[in-house]
């Protein structure tokens, strides 16, 4: 298998991270350690991560994304998850899977409005 | 020399997503990643067969210039209005008599952790073709996605298997049946697993108990060393 590596780019003291591709264990747990290297260099105050190109959330990647609020929350910044999808997010009540560990916002936009607020 | 995927991909980029786009090319096999010029007729034909069906479903708009750009660098521009005419219709067999009744079947085998996004997009596309709603058929991916991930995390190897079944009233629903030769579940597993206090090392611990939830029939059959077996059902709707 190729050596995948998800980007995370830096915008002012925010980290994105755009998923665009199948998560799987490896992969999960190298953005996990990456994103928190990278709060820790930058000193980022949040991490947004956007599932908009992500069609389908079961139970593992809620699990996956929790995981990583956590983590970010743990290094003192705050978790957004943007772009989640209508039908997705309906599957998600019915099967009543939380994603109780990061926040979320409609848009990239919206979730950077929200994370300056909390720092003024 | 571009291969499949790169002439498509360089069409598909901008409409469909990245994630997707793979899963299409997972179903087109080794055809994927050969040289368009080395296919054969019978080639194009089956590639652009597959690639039709999916932009259709996949594709929020212009998805006949999408399958018409598609159709040029394939070269199967005269042929593949004929593929697409009898394919959109082919949901229609009648049921002889009464009581649900299997139109048609697929069996996918689930190995590694790549088939799960296969049968995952397997299943979207007939929910779609059958004619269940868009957010129905998001939950019919979700809980193929459940069932094929406890496949492979949990016994290796298995099968999930999408039939077409029309009740009484002609609506066609989508029966899911995942099956595998695994470890089985116990009885004090599948008590906690029930109360939703099991806890797995991988996931959420709550993939059965949420895929019970989504459908519209659920069955378990399992025992340690017999394998398990989860068949479920998505009634047609209307």
Redesign the interface.
Known sequence: MKDQQIPIIQIRNCLLVSIQTELHDRLALDLQESLMDRVRVTDAKGVILDVSAVEVIDSYITRILNDIGKSVRFMGAVCYIVGIRPAVAMTLIEMGVELDSVNTALTLDLALEKLELLQS | MRTVENEIGAILSGTI????Q?SIFNRLGPLATRPVSQLSSADRLAVMAELENSVRLFARRNSADLIASCARVLGTDGAAGAAGGPAAGAAGAGAPGGGPATTSAKKLPIEQ??DI?TA?LEA?SEAVRIGLS??T???V??AV??LA?NIVFYAGRGSVELRTVRDEKGASGLQIIASDQGPGIGGPKLEEIWAGTYKSQ???G??L??VK??VDEFQLETAPGKGTTVTCLFRGER
């Open positions: 997503s990245a994630i997707t793979r952790e790549k996004a995952r979207w868009k957010f058929s998001v939950k991916a979700t996605s459940e991930r991988r996931g959420m709550k993939g108990v949420a939830k989504l």
